[in-house]
């Protein structure tokens, strides 16, 4: 039996507001464990031309800063709010702090869904070989003739501070 999160996902979906549905296809590139890769295609039917979708790694990259302290995960999208996870959360819920990286790994987990004609992308960050602090959540919009990323939030299971 298939196991689901490694099969093709096919879609219909208006993602560039021309009141025609696009084919999304997504597929599974690379897996295994604590690894799920997926990567998207977004076809127009009727010339099977292909709409560019901007790389969610090359976004966080260039929008999103963290910084591992002595006290805590410090995680800053756009140059905005900053989100603070205390050290004691963090090694309660995900690892022991010897074991953590020296800044948050992102690549390990991409993956991608479809919601209401939008593409979204899932991107986890990585403390530890095996612990997850969260996931980036990035919301793309049809722009410039192709998809970008135009919305990035970070969810966690773990409680966290958030300043601005």
Known sequence: MPVKALCP????ADV?????DELIIILCTGE????LI??????RPDDFSEITVENPLDTLKSRVHTQITEKDVQITIDQKSLIVFPESEVIDRTAMKKSWFDNLAMGSIVDYEMDNNRVIARVG???????FLGDFILTFEYTDHE??????????FIKAEITD
């Open 9 to 12: 996902e096919l879609s219909y």
């Open 38 to 43: 997926k990567d998207i295609h977004v076809i």
């Open 125 to 131: 960050a990585q403390l530890s070989p095996a612990g």
């Open 16 to 20: 560039d507001r021309d009141n025609k």
């Open 32 to 35: 295994g464990t604590g690894v």
């Open 147 to 156: 998809l970008k990323v135009s919305d990035i939030v970070f969810s966690s």
